[in-house]
């Protein structure tokens, strides 16, 4: 009997073990092949580091990317005008020659462009960031969405920071002529001509940019773009176990014709403002043709916004008289500006 009853265990034994053989097999058999976006890839248990479960991130990170970079309403194009680029360095040498017709009498009168060397180099910009893989096997993709989104969002106000600053630089950088693009002494015909209200405080700057070519050049030569270094065999990859991600362009900035801006450091009020409209609208041609400039925007940093807004947006002054500066320029108060 002992022997009976040991053979009848060992039989159930065999054939549990038997029926779970059977069971596995038919689930291994039946599985579907994995994809990106399945719980075993991305789950709470981490994830399952493959080129299908990278792409997928590197796509989902794009994507954030791409939605912050959409979602900017860039300000640079209120001061400049966007100039494709074709070669390394572009020269803009027709900035010596402000266009103007003339009665056609007897032969043209051709004046070469090459009267100015000036020249916009592209440059190179960057931002990069590596990702351990540790942190992708630990599947920190919601993590890590929002700096890509914040790599966006600094690639689409790039070109802003790059216009403003140059803007702000005008008082000390040359432009097309060789003088500083705010300066006293800008050479016209026999004399000189000033776009400069001078004075040692918070600077101001007065444009007009209703023609086709600003004060403000904004040169583009390669889009800003995400790239990413994650396949196995990348340097990065394999000496440094990290994953890298990174947006770049060529682009540069330059200076358009003085005559369509007005910088002055003086404080912001009536006077400084009608001194400044009523000298860009003297502004003339090398023969003493008017240019017809027209200023029609007031760019001021944070610190002038109150004196800016009580300049051209009020429609009364202190004294309860009507404001004749009332929306004669729209007002632009520029964060990137100090």
Known sequence: MRHLFSFR?????????LAFAWSLAFLVGSAAPMDPGDPWLFGAAGIIVNRDSLNAM???????????FAGVQPMWSKVATLVPSSAKVENYGWLG??????????????KGI???????????????????RDDVEDDTYG??????????????????????????????????DG??????????GAGVVSNTGGGAGSAWYLLDTSRPLRPIIFQKRREYALTALVDANDEGVWMRDEYRYGVD????????????????????DATSFNAAVAAMMAFASD???????SPNLLVVAPGNRAAGKALVEAETLASGASNTNFKAVELYVCPWLT
């Open 249 to 268: 362009a060529r682009v540069n900035v330059g200076y358009g014709f003085w005559q369509m801006a007005y910088g002055s450091k003086q404080t912001l």
């Open 179 to 188: 003088q500083y693009f705010f300066d006293s002494d800008h050479p016209v």
């Open 143 to 176: 993590v890590l969405t929002p700096l890509f989104s914040s790599m966006g969002q600094s690639a689409a106000v790039h070109p802003d920071e790059l216009v403003f600053a140059l803007l702000a630089a005008g008082f000390s950088t040359t432009c097309f």
């Open 287 to 293: 023969d003493g043709r008017p240019l017809g400039i």
């Open 97 to 110: 020659q402000f266009p103007k017709l003339r009665e056609w009498v007897g032969d043209r009168q051709v």
């Open 58 to 68: 590197y796509n989902g990170f794009k994507t954030a990317y791409n939605n912050a």
């Open 9 to 17: 265990y060992a039989a159930i034994g065999l054939a549990v073990l």
């Open 114 to 132: 090459a009267a100015s060397s000036y020249q916009i180099a592209n440059k190179k910009f960057e931002a990069s960031i590596g990702v351990p």
